[in-house]
T-cell receptor, first 112, second 114 residues
Framework: QQQVKQSPQSLIVQKGGISIINCAYE??????FPWYQQFPGKGPALLIA?????SEKKEGRFTISFNKSAKQFSLHIMDSQPGDSATYFC???????????FGSGTRLQVQP | DGGITQSPKYLFRKEGQNVTLSCEQN?????MYWYRQDPGQGLRLIYY???????QKGDIAEGYSVSREKKESFPLTVTSAQKNPTAFYLC?????????????FGQGTRLTVV
């Protein structure tokens, strides 16, 4: 019930392309869905987050799409750049336990 | 600068020893968390604390202990009972509990058993 499943495990995209990472969850009590970006040897940093009362949120080149009925959400990175090469984690939490539950991560490589 | 400071950055432990990882925050956050990250895996929750003098076990608490005597500090002890302690340990903090607030992470401590 606490699991968040993330795919793909790794992703290679050409510069300027669109990167898409997907996550699915089971716990319908989840009400906060952030995405984190992590560079090697560093701690994760918040990229963008969404609540289930909206179906999409966009910040610059990053967009979260949220499908409440399917219990799925995804991260879209438009115009992907080599500097976007990092590991991306989806996560979820709910009022009863604010500690985040993380997906297994997606290693993104953007080729020049 | 405001943030979360973890120390040391690298730590080596002999088998059978207990070691303590430090985590300090000056963000005035109520909640603090410890996560473990293994290569190619996501972050798994070890312990979390929502207020001073209170903490709860996470998903993989066995072999670990914590204390929360001060709001700004949440040290993690990796005991000899932890069978496979080699990992990257991340501390985080967030604002008021019960709301969707951003969790800020430290830069991590890499623990290696030698």
């Amino acid at each position: 019930q606490q699991q968040v499943k993330q795919s793909p495990q790794s992703l290679i995209v050409q510069k300027g392309g669109i990167s898409i990472i997907n996550c699915a969850y089971e716990n319908t009590a989840f009400d906060y869905f952030p995405w984190y970006q992590q560079f090697p040897g560093k701690g994760p940093a918040l990229l963008i987050a969404i609540r289930p009362d909206v179906s999409e949120k966009k910040e610059g080149r990053f967009t979260i799409s949220f499908n409440k009925s399917a219990k799925q959400f995804s991260l879209h990175i438009m115009d992907s750049q080599p500097g976007d090469s990092a590991t991306y984690f989806c996560a979820a939490s709910w009022t009863g336990r604010r500690a985040l539950t993380f997906g297994s991560g997606t290693r993104l490589q953007v080729q020049p | 600068d405001g943030g979360i400071t973890q120390s040391p950055k690298y730590l080596f432990r002999k088998e059978g020893q207990n070691v303590t990882l430090s985590c300090e925050q000056n963000l005035n956050h109520d909640a603090m968390y410890w996560y473990r990250q293994d290569p190619g895996q996501g972050l798994r929750l070890i312990y979390y604390s929502q207020i001073v003098n209170d903490f709860q076990k996470g998903d993989i608490a066995e072999g670990y202990s914590v204390s929360r005597e001060k709001k700004e500090s949440f040290p993690l002890t990796v005991t000899s009972a932890q069978k496979n302690p080699t990992a990257f340990y991340l501390c985080a903090s967030s604002g008021r509990t019960g709301t969707n607030t951003e969790a800020f992470f430290g830069q991590g401590t890499r623990l290696t058993v030698v």
